[in-house]
């Protein structure tokens, strides 16, 4: 059994924790983290196949979800989550962080949810999830 333990066999995947850590958006939260280093590990052709894209994506989609009820509550509009896809967000991100390293990636989230397209909805539409029934 000692033997087995010495050849190496778990060594890969030593390995694989070693540098699926040293990718950005590991650790530390996607907004904050510059875009420079965010920009050398997101790969936009690989989509969600590529565990910092998933990651990049999936914080998006839940600081999207924050964004919305915060919208619906004061401006009565909210994103149309169905258009925003994992190879919109990618691309916009990784273009954002290429064009300015010094930035933080959440900067190129802002915009466009600022510059998107809302959907209206009624002001009795609203809640706070934070108020108890």
């Known amino acids: 059994m000692r033997r087995l333990r010495g050849c190496g066999v ?3 995947a030593r390995i694989h924790r ?3 850590r040293r990718t950005i958006a590991d ?6 983290q510059s875009c420079a280093k965010l920009a050398a590990d997101i790969r936009p052709s690989e989509g969600l196949n590529h565990l910092p894209n998933a990651r990049l994506y999936y914080w998006v989609q839940g600081y999207l979800s924050a964004a ?3 919208l619906i509550n004061e401006y009565s509009d909210h994103l149309d ?3 925003v896809d994992e190879a919109k ?3 916009l991100v990784a273009q954002f962080c290429r064009a ?4 933080k990636p959440i900067s190129a989230i802002d915009k466009f949810i600022r510059e998107a397209k809302k959907v209206s909805v009624k ?3 609203a809640f706070d999830p934070w108020e108890l029934s």
């Not at 300015?100 to 930035?103: S, T």
């Open 10 to 12: 778990a060594q890969p």
């Open 18 to 20: 070693r540098q699926s």
């Open 27 to 32: 650790a530390r939260g996607v907004d904050t």
């Open 68 to 70: 919305n009820i915060y």
């Open 81 to 83: 989550l169905i258009q």
């Open 89 to 91: 967000i990618l691309k």
């Open 100 to 103: 300015n390293p010094n930035e």
């Open 123 to 125: 002001e009795s539409d």
